[in-house]
């Protein structure tokens, strides 16, 4: 049997959220006059950390066990942490979602791989000593720059052998997680939408025309995220997120864990997973029967693409049928994804937001006896 508390005790908690939140007004004219230069970085700062604040009180408020900063620091999810890796530079290169696409910004590889500190260490440093609760940081799966860029991202001068740029960018990787360590965090979030993807047929057909095999890549980003964990700190805590895209509502991929879960579940050296299940696209909870006693689920029911609060009747029947191929002390309830994987953010209030969290929790308190 599971430990049955310890999701209670530690990270990922019976109520837990993802990470983003929507960005307040503020926050964004704050971010607009910093990029017409009429505030300078210091100011922007200092509005950053009053915003914060504000949402670091409110998650406390709401009970969640551990709080983030909301993202607010970043345009986006994952590119600001590369930027700031040595060996990669900002280039402009959109994305396509299911009828919209992204902004521009975009990564390219153009050197060798390597942390040499990173401005995000200051940012986790501020959330921790801004709340009593658990200070959990996110910061996007090695697998992410890697399907991101493709091959032909990747500077052939500094990596005419992809596996030299796996073994960097694990090392790379491997320097982050100590250093946030070191930092103080002890809880880390890997966010990593790629798994799904190579959950999706018509993703998965694209990468055998290409060339690439999706079974085999999975197992490499699998193998990577292993090797950057390598010798962590037995009091870390590490939780990767998945999903099927998250930007302005929309979405990128669909199909069921099924192709995955077996090598996700049982062979990525992590603590728990965040899955979202708040649609069909994202398949039933059968592949839940490979989680190891020893791992967590949680599960994301609750949207965060619409405003519209769930039923908790209908949230309860699903954890419910979730049970039939898990433990229920093996499962948590989270949101499906942040609330705003970029600072345009998702279609709802903060309001509504707001509700979505505080459902999250009433429904762990009932369920499990304790969020």
Same mark, same amino acid.
């Given at each position: ?10 990270? $990922? ?21 910093? *990029?017409? +230069? ?24 709401? +009970? ?5 900063? +909301? ?17 990669? @530079?900002? #280039? ?10 992204? &902004?521009?910004?975009? #990564?390219?590889?153009? +050197?060798?791989? *390597? ?26 799966? $090695? ?16 990596? $005419? @052998? ?20 070191? *930092? ?14 190579? /959950?999706?047929?018509?993703? /998965? ?10 079974? =085999?890549?999975?197992?490499?980003? #699998? ?31 669909? &199909? ?13 050296? #992590? ?9 069909? %696209?994202? &398949? ?31 949230? %309860?029947? %699903?954890? @419910?049928?979730?049970?039939?191929? !898990? ?14 994987? =970029? ?5 709802? =209030? ?7 969290? !505080? ?13």
């Amino acid at each position: 049997m599971p430990d049955t508390d310890l999701a209670r005790t530690s990270p $990922p908690f019976r109520a837990d959220m993802v990470g983003s939140l929507l960005r307040s007004t503020p926050l964004k004219t704050a971010r607009e006059q910093f *990029a017409n +230069g009429k505030l300078t970085a210091a100011e922007l700062t200092g509005i950053e950390d009053q915003e914060i604040r504000q949402i670091v009180r409110k998650q406390e408020e709401i +009970g969640l066990k551990a709080v983030t900063d +909301g993202e607010f620091r970043r345009s986006q999810w994952h590119f600001d942490f590369y930027w700031a890796l040595t060996g990669i @530079d900002k #280039v402009q290169r959109a994305i396509q979602f299911k009828g919209i696409e992204t &902004g521009a910004d975009n #990564v390219r590889v153009t +050197g060798r791989l *390597a942390f040499d500190g990173h401005p995000m260490l200051e940012h986790f440093r501020f959330l921790a000593r801004t709340t009593s609760r658990v200070a959990k940081m996110t910061i996007p799966s $090695p697998s992410v720059l890697h399907f991101r860029t493709g091959r032909d991202e990747i500077s052939t001068d500094a990596y $005419p @052998d992809l596996d030299q740029f796996f073994a960097d960018l694990a090392l790379a990787y491997h320097d982050a997680i100590q250093a946030f360590y070191a *930092a103080g965090c002890r809880y880390l979030q890997l966010d990593d939408t790629i798994f799904a993807h190579l /959950c999706d047929a018509e993703q /998965c057909d694209k990468l055998r025309a290409a060339g690439t095999d999706p079974d =085999t890549l999975a197992a490499t980003y #699998v193998a990577t995220i292993n090797a950057a964990l390598a010798d962590r700190p037995a009091d870390l805590r590490v939780t990767t997120h998945t999903c099927r895209g998250n930007y302005r509502s929309s979405w990128f991929s669909q &199909g069921g864990y099924e192709p995955i879960a077996e090598l996700l579940f049982n062979e990525a050296n #992590v603590d728990g997973f965040f899955l979202e299940y708040d649609t069909d %696209r994202a &398949g039933g909870f059968e592949p839940l029967r490979f989680l190891p006693r020893n791992k967590l689920a949680v599960l994301g029911l609750i949207t965060t693409k619409t405003g519209e609060l769930e039923d908790k009747d209908a949230v %309860r029947r %699903r954890i @419910d049928e979730a049970t039939h191929y !898990a433990d229920l002390e093996q499962l948590c309830l989270s949101p499906q994804c942040g609330f705003a994987s =970029t600072e345009e953010g998702n279609l709802l =209030t903060e309001a509504d937001q707001w509700r979505k969290l !505080a459902l999250i929790v009433d429904i762990a308190d009932e369920v499990w006896g304790s969020a």
